[in-house]
């Protein structure tokens, strides 16, 4: 669902964050969430970039979100940084959850600098249900993370380890510390959440904001489309949507670099090759479904729900 959004307030929060508050310009009440979703905000020249919601779902008066300014990034941080104005309109779709709260005994949040914005909303929920769970939060300075003071109220159960006070965090030992039973959800800079994989914890989740390297081999294959029985060829230089695309077959589609979850689509045959920084280890193991955009196939033929 595309939304027309009027940008209701935009504050500076920390170092190169700002944040943006978003209303229906007539008061009409907004898509319900749940904690750990996102929303696509379009911006100009056919930039699409996703931002996880940080305000209090319960609120469906307003979408907030927090936008770190990337230096190095294509140009949708830096518009809404410097063009982008309370007043102005923005359209938005979504929201939409891959990094949905489960249940457990206790939660660890690791959070590295704007990955906090996802957490924001699981550790209210999660302290009102009376569970026990910390969170650990780095950065790079102090002053470049954001939500400190709101995060302080939670007194000690919040960690703040700013990298130029502390040094990197020491995962190890926080992640032997979680014990059975832990839920644990992390989100920051691609760095941070290698790491914490290769300490492969049990119950873990990550959101990526950025795509996953994509290192693995790309060969040539085939997709089976169900609905027509159409076969098409894939070659090893492109990829399943920009193939289906161009054979006239609409597949929603935003970010193109498998971190969205738009093109999701049901796989009913073959083994799909999973690249996407969306699905967990247990959906890829159950090839159910892939993200068409980057994910490519381990079999010569996927057969897809097409």
Not at 52 to 74: F, H, K, M, N, Q
Not at 98 to 109: D, G, K, Q
Not at 242 to 266: F, I, K, P, Q
Request: hydrophobic share 40%; aromatic share 4%.
């Amino acid at each position: 669902m595309t939304l027309d959004l009027l940008v209701d307030r935009k504050e500076n929060l920390a170092d190169g964050v700002v944040a943006l508050t978003l209303r229906a310009p007539g008061g009409e009440p907004l898509p319900s969430w749940e904690p750990g979703a996102h929303v696509d905000l379009l911006l100009p020249g056919g930039i699409v970039r996703q931002y996880s919601l940080c305000g209090d779902p319960e609120d469906t008066s307003a979408y907030v979100v927090a936008v770190l300014r990337e230096p190095d990034g294509r140009g949708g941080s830096a518009y809404v940084h410097d063009k982008l104005l309370a007043g102005d309109r923005l359209q938005v779709d979504g929201p939409r959850n891959h990094f949905a709260l489960v249940e457990a005994e206790r939660y660890l949040f690791i959070a590295g600098g704007i990955g906090i914005t996802p957490i924001l909303p699981m550790l209210d929920r999660v302290a009102r249900s009376g569970r026990e769970w910390q969170l650990v939060y780095g950065g790079r300075t102090r002053s470049s993370m954001a939500f400190t003071a709101e995060l302080a109220q939670h007194g000690d159960r919040v960690v703040f380890r700013p990298q130029d006070e502390y040094g990197l965090l020491d995962l190890p030992a926080l992640l032997a510390s979680a014990g059975s039973g832990t839920a644990v959800y992390c989100c920051g800079p691609e760095p941070l959440l290698a790491a914490v994989e290769a300490l492969e914890p049990g119950d873990l989740h990550v959101e990526r904001f950025t795509a996953r390297p994509d290192e693995g081999p790309r060969t040539a294959f085939e997709v089976e489309l169900a609905g027509s029985g159409r076969v098409l060829p894939v070659p090893a230089d492109r990829s399943i949507l920009e193939v289906v695309e161009e054979a006239g077959v609409t597949v929603l589609s935003s970010c193109r670099e498998g971190t969205c979850g738009t093109c999701e689509t049901g796989v009913l045959g073959g083994e799909p090759d999973h690249r996407d920084s969306v699905l967990t280890a247990d959906e890829r193991l159950e090839n159910e479904v892939m993200m068409l955009c980057v994910s490519r196939a381990c079999s010569p033929r996927l057969v897809l729900d097409l």
